[in-house]
């Protein structure tokens, strides 16, 4: 199912992650669900990176494609993968119908410390999709405070620049709690000539634990206000969860306002945080029309 072209009124999409075992499937199924009721504009499904529970991944795009009716966006990660074993997924996408790829290096496995295998970084894989089945609509990441492994912002942008040449049709950003880290990366990026939609990644932090586990991975930059919040009602679980979403919804409507008009979500399974986001958003929004 194809992904509607941009609007000029707010669009949002929804990233879910797939269960990683058999039984995990129907609960992840039904709050994926949830979230495609929601009316995003389209929603992404993560990979394993290493190729672990791709039929999960792929699986659970169909499911919602059919149940709801809603486009999704299947991540694929390359790290470890053959052209045989990345041909196969793409003809699988193609059987399920999907027509999106988040196309992905994906994080080195531990102990792996170069690049490795026939697609060493993801703009291998863009080139590879363009090259075999320039039909599929690709996205690719993107780091406003750059990514972990760069050296260098310089580099960084010189390889994103790479990967957008490839075949990127669109970037998501990795998760940022700054809005200014975001504008900023935008204005670099413009003025090296990537012109491609940059969709802000916006993650409700619900739980101190959740916070614990998010910045490890991203490596995002805590303004003192956020730690602030954290401080105030990290031991009380129901207000975190108020104070996280709406955080969120603040980062939203300042992007909003600043003319950007797509948001990816990271909801991460949880139905009753997107519902509650869309809920305050169209609060404001509608009082607007
Ligand atoms: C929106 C989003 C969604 C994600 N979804 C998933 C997911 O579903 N599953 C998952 O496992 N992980 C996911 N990740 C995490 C991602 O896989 C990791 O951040 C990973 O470390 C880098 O992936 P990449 O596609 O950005 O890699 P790349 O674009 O290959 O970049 C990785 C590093 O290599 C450098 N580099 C790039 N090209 C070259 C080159 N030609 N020569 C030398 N250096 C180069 C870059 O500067 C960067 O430091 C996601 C991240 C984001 C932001």
New binding site residues.
Partial sequence: MKISPATHTLTMSF?V?PPKTDTAFAPVRQAALEIAGLSPRFV???????GNGSRY?FALCREIEEGAGVPTLA?L?C?GQTKQSISASLTSLKEAGIDSI???????PEGMTG?QGDF??????IRFIRETNPEFTI?????PE?????PDRR??LK??K??VDAGCDFL????FFDNALYFHFLYRIREIGIHVPVFP?IMPITSVRQIERAVTLSHSFMPTRFKRLVDHFGSNGEAMKQAGIAYAVDQIIDLYASGIEHV?VYTMNKPDVAAEICRRLSGILGSMA
């Fill in positions: 990233e992650f992404s499904v993560t990979y394993g990176a290493g991944t991540h990660t790290v988040m196309a992905l290096r994906g994080d080195l690049p060493p970084h993801a703009v291998d894989l996205g690719g990441a993107c780091y750059i990514h972990p492994e760069s580099g960084d390889y994103l790479e990967k998501t950003t990795q998760m990644g990816h």
